[in-house]
């Protein structure tokens, strides 16, 4: 067994656990090697950790379907715009090790340092993704996209995975990973999960953590305001619905609507006119006390 791979111990009540984690991509790679030589089948699922019910269930939905699975714990410079968003990101390592434990002992969890995934020159390279990264988030938060393209072009390229995994609750990102791999002809299946929400309704996100108790009860309101621009989408036009929503959080102050659009699916081009056999998204980010939310949800 390659010495650089940490053997950690986690000692939970009277039980020890251990598990294998991957700081540095050599190691990772030379552990998976002989794997891919044997055709086995990869799973991967990028995460920036603060791992929750969401995380798990794409990892559940990777182990269920392949021989390995991989996550990605790694909170990636290249995609903050915002320099204190990225300062104050929820770093959990040992919590996360745990949560990846309760699911099986065979999952492997790479998370590397900046250096090992950008030497000392965090950059992003520049992509166009036909126009998708420049709707909802790509106007909001510039660069953002380049930073996501960038970094799952490098773990793909060290993971060569079979299939990886990601949450329809960053449905712009997934469409865009879809493009990734179509347009550079990557070797990878993409697989869309569906948003995993607490019983209050609420997208569980690692920015909840963030959220007192009081917020965290406020921000169920977002989900019950695209529920009700679902059912009034079914009679009513984009426009009025887009407003519907408006108002609903201009009532109160607590909230911040950055912005919500009704957009194609696909093309996540905005909705002027419905259309026959398209299929429409309702997406919303609002901060709550500061803290930035996204949602979204099928209109049909
Ligand atoms: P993150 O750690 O926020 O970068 O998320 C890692 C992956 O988990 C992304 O593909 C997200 O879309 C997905 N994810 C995050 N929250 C949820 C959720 N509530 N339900 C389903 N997938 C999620």
Same mark, same amino acid.
Request: charged share 25%; aromatic share 10%; net charge negative.
């Given at each position: ?5 940490k ?7 009277h ?5 294998f984690i ?21 799973g ?5 950790g #603060? ?19 991989v ?10 715009n ?7 990101y ?27 995934i ?5 950059? /992003?390279?520049?992509?166009?993704f036909?126009?998708?990264e ?29 299939r #990886? ?33 607490a ?19 406020k ?7 695209l529920?009700? #621009? ?12 887009t407003?519907?929503?408006?108002d /609903? ?9 950055e ?7 696909e ?7 419905k259309?026959p ?8 980010t609002?901060?709550?006390n ?6 979204n949800?099928?209109?049909?």
């Amino acid at each position: 067994m390659d010495l650089s791979i940490k053997i950690v111990s986690l000692h939970r009540k009277h039980n020890i656990y251990t598990m294998f984690i991957f700081n540095d991509k050599d190691s990772l790679e030379a552990f998976l090697n002989p794997l891919i030589n044997q055709k086995k089948t990869i799973g991967f699922v990028p995460t920036m950790g #603060a791992l929750h019910e969401g995380h798990q269930s794409l990892i559940k939905k990777s182990v269920a379907e392949n021989e390995i699975t991989v996550i990605s714990i790694f909170v990636n410079p290249t995609q903050f715009n915002n320099p204190e968003d990225l300062e104050k990101y929820p770093r959990t390592l040992d919590r996360d090790v745990t949560k990846v434990k309760e699911i099986s002992d065979l999952i492997l969890i790479y998370t590397p340092t900046v250096e090992d995934i950008y030497g000392n020159n965090p950059a /992003a390279e520049q992509f166009d993704f036909d126009g998708l990264e420049l709707q909802m988030e790509g106007k909001h938060r510039p660069g953002h996209f380049d930073g996501v393209g960038t970094i799952i072009k490098k773990f793909f390229s060290i993971i060569k995975p079979t299939r #990886a995994y990601f949450g329809e609750k960053d449905f712009q990102q997934l469409q865009i990973i879809k493009k990734l791999v179509a347009k550079e002809n990557l070797p990878v299946e993409i697989i869309g999960c569906p948003i995993h929400r607490a019983n209050s309704g609420l997208a569980m996100s690692s920015r909840n953590e963030r959220l007192s108790a009081e917020a965290k009860a406020k921000a169920t309101y977002i989900f019950k305001t695209l529920q009700e #621009a679902k059912e009034k989408f079914q009679q009513q036009s984009a426009k009025d619905v887009t407003q519907y929503v408006y108002d /609903a959080f201009e009532k109160d102050p607590e909230f911040e609507l950055e912005y919500f659009e009704i957009a194609d699916e696909e093309t996540l081009l905005p909705c002027i006119e419905k259309e026959p056999n398209k299929k429409y998204r309702g997406f919303i980010t609002v901060f709550i006390n500061g803290i930035r939310l996204i949602d979204n949800i099928a209109l049909y």
